[in-house]
Structures are given as structure tokens and as C-alpha cells.
């Protein structure tokens, strides 16, 4: 029987409508001209202008920051989720605490930025990288608490009870057997979770006070008052980051898998 080549063309065709914008952004980032309706020659004039913007600097290490400690603070808050999750399901407490992960995984990003701000002013909290880190670890947890969970669900006990039976303790086996063999989930939501935290604009947008901008909202705020080739240099940069950590995490969910 022949094959249709119909699921393969509308395949092609809605890969070509997601990416090649994205294309057309990375090739104007090496446009000489102002504006992209018009090719001039190729040049790196607004990656070295880019190397020069202060204020775009100071919102990047601020992101950093908060995709950093928000990260870390996911990958521990994560795991032990994931943990508790695995060890004592099937209880009510339990089909409770799997809807509260879940949950950020399906509420709308404004309203969860909503709600945030309206929780931290409540509290006469001030809007800083502080709320800002606090606010994504709220939803970076999820997608590591999910990762390891998976992990987890393949994940032979066995090794750890003989472990504890030759002498080692809890902290020993947790240390040495545990955490080790669940590093490939571990790092794969941390990775996600990493760059999830430098993507977001939404959330950020509501939390965010006085000299708290990261790198989403000062892109946002340079389309609004008029930067185009600056934006493509920049935006091409954040997705290279960006592919890099995606290729990392599923290298290690592989990698995980494989071993498990």
C-alpha cells in the first residue's frame, strides 16, 4: 500500500511557520541596515553597539541571578517532592500535594503573575529580584518535581536497601546511592527549570519593582520604544543560550533513561 505524503508536507510546513521567523530574525542580527526590509551588507555592528549597552548587562546578570538561585532552590525543593510523591502515594494528603504541582503546569502565566503580585503587596513585600526568584521557583518547581518523578518511577530500591543492610546509614545511602543515580533527572529539570527562569516575561512583569528589570522585560520595554537590530543581536544570542540548555536536558533525560 502507498503512503500518504500528506502528514509529512503538513509537517514540513508547520516546522517552517514556527522557525523560519526565527530565521529571519538571526539573519537580520547580521544586517547592516536599521531595518529589515532592506539588505544592505553583513555586519557585526550591533553585536559590538550590544557589547556596549550597560543597562541590557545589568538586566542579564539580574536574570542570572534569578535563574540561578531559582534553579537551585527548585532542584531541592523538586526532588523532595518528587520523593515524597513516590514513596507515599495513593493517600488523599498525596493526591492533594500532586494537584498543588501540577497546578503550575496549567494556570494561565498572567494569572499566576496576578496573583503573586497581589499576594506579595497583601504581605507589603517590595517588589524585587527577591519576589522575582520567589515567584519562579514557584513554577520551575513543577517541571523538576515531574522530571525526577519519572526518574523515579524506574528506580530500583532494592540497590539502596542493600546498601543500608552492609551498614550504611540513611544519610550515607542518600549520598553516595541515591542522589548520584538520580543526578541525570536532577540536572535535566534543573536545566529546564533554568531556562524556563531566563525565558519568562509574564510572570516577571508583575513581580518586578525598582531596578529589578531582567533581560525579558528590558526587550520588551527596547520593542516599545524602538531598537530593532540591537533586539535581533540580542535575541539571537538568548536563543543560542536557550537551544543549548533545551539539547542539555533532553541529552540527560536520555542519558537517564538509558541507564535506568
Do not use: D
Given at each position: 500500500m502507498k503512503h500518504s505524503r500528506l502528514p509529512a508536507i503538513v509537517t514540513w510546513l508547520v516546522m517552517g511557520f514556527f522557525y523560519l521567523p526565527i530565521l529571519v530574525l538571526v539573519a537580520n542580527s547580521f544586517n547592516s541596515s536599521r531595518y529589515g526590509g532592506q539588505w544592505e551588507s553583513t555586519s557585526l555592528k550591533w553585536y559590538i553597539r550590544l557589547m556596549g549597552e550597560r543597562d541590557i548587562w545589568q538586566a542579564l546578570r539580574n536574570t542570572l541571578a534569578v535563574a540561578v538561585s531559582a534553579t537551585l532552590a527548585s532542584m531541592v525543593l523538586g526532588t523532595s517532592a518528587a520523593f515524597a510523591l513516590h514513596r507515599f502515594v495513593g493517600s488523599r494528603l498525596q493526591k492533594l500535594h500532586y494537584g498543588l504541582i501540577y497546578m503550575p503546569l496549567v494556570i494561565p502565566e498572567i494569572l499566576m503573575g496576578l496573583s503573586l503580585q497581589l499576594f506579595f503587596v497583601s504581605l507589603n513585600v517590595e517588589?524585587?529580584?527577591?519576589t522575582i526568584g520567589i515567584a519562579h521557583v514557584?513554577?520551575?518547581?513543577?517541571?523538576?518535581t515531574m522530571t525526577v518523578l519519572a526518574r523515579l518511577q524506574d528506580f530500583d530500591f532494592s540497590i539502596v536497601e542493600a546498601a543500608q543492610d552492609l551498614g550504611a546509614g540513611w544519610w550515607t545511602s542518600l549520598w553516595r546511592i541515591l542522589i548520584p543515580m538520580l543526578a541525570p533527572g536532577i540536572l535535566a529539570g534543573g536545566l529546564l527549570a533554568f531556562t524556563l527562569s531566563i525565558d519568562d516575561f509574564v510572570i516577571s512583569f508583575f513581580v518586578a519593582g525598582l531596578g529589578?528589570?531582567?533581560?525579558p522585560i528590558k526587550i520588551y520595554s527596547m520593542i516599545k520604544y524602538g531598537s530593532p537590530p540591537l533586539i535581533n543581536a540580542l535575541s539571537t544570542i538568548l536563543l543560542t543560550v536557550t537551544f543549548v540548555c533545551v539539547l542539555g536536558s533532553h541529552y540527560l533525560s536520555n542519558k537517564g533513561q538509558k541507564a535506568a
Open positions: 517588589l524585587s529580584l527577591v514557584t513554577f520551575c518547581l513543577s517541571f523538576v529589578s528589570t531582567t533581560l
